[in-house]
């Protein structure tokens, strides 16, 4: 599989890394491709993959070409690729908020994926959400199953609306999770623990929750009850968190995520 990365920012590079990783492809299979040059040197040193600023030189050839760069520049990236993907190549985005449809009209190409993956993808434990138009082959399906694979678990879904949605939840979700983590410390450093201590506490603690809340199969509002005794610690902490309104907080990060996902698409779309 021989694989063009147009876009070597974060995203870009944690595709990168994690089939690299995975053994998917080598680092022969990859060409890399930015405008800017210092980018692509730190990728290619890391990597040791192929880098260069032409797009339409880095697409010759490859069955995969992964549109990285970020939503803003969609259009201007897209335009200069029209007519250069040609059949028998699959576009995959990753781009938050660029519709299929505006792709489509930009490449002048029909075998597009659209996804959304997240930053855990480096370690093998991201998330993303894909779907596909249906010139796509099972064949293509198959490659791109493989390669979002590669970066932990992946959901296809048949409608295009579900992957806003999932900007708005997974995409963004580690920031979320990040911020929580972050207050968290701080806070047990605030009652006196050592920085070190109260971050492995932290850490530890959101692992083990996750992993019991995916294996034991209970809600998430069981599993909390479960650590809740009555007139206790934990009741007494979860009261001032409804207080502090850290749920509807929460709720409404994610809706105004997902409005800021439909807004880039329109914008990428002119």
Known sequence: MKIAFIGTGTMGEVMISALLRQKLVSPADIFACDVDEKRLGIVEQAYSIECGPDSRSAIRGRD??????????????????????????????????????????ALRHESIVRAMPNTPAKFGQGMTVWTATRMVSQGQ????????????????????????????????????????????????VHIGLPRAIASELVYQTFLGSAHM??????????????????????????????????????????IAAYEKAQLLGKESSK
């Not at 791109?144 to 296809?156: D, H, P, S």
């Not at 609306?161 to 920031?175: E, I, L, Q």
């Not at 809340?213 to 809740?228: C, W, Y």
């Open 141 to 188: 399906k198959d490659m791109a199953r493989a390669v979002l694979g590669a970066m932990g678990k992946e959901i296809y879904v048949e409608d295009e609306k579900y992957v806003d949605m999932a900007t708005a939840v997974s995409g963004s979700g580690p920031a979320y999770a990040f911020m929580i983590m972050e207050s968290l410390i701080d806070a047990g």
């Open 64 to 105: 995969l070409v992964v549109l990285s760069v970020k939503p803003q520049t969609a259009a201007s990236v897209a335009g200069g690729l029209k007519g250069e993907i040609k059949e028998g190549q699959l576009a995959l985005s990753i781009m938050a908020g660029t519709r299929i449809e505006t792709l489509r009209q």
């Open 213 to 254: 809340a995916r294996e034991s199969g209970l809600h998430p509002a069981q599993l909390k009850n479960l650590v809740t005794s009555p007139g206790g610690t934990t009741a007494e902490g979860l009261l001032r968190m409804e207080d502090g309104g850290v749920r509807s907080a929460l709720a409404e990060a994610v």
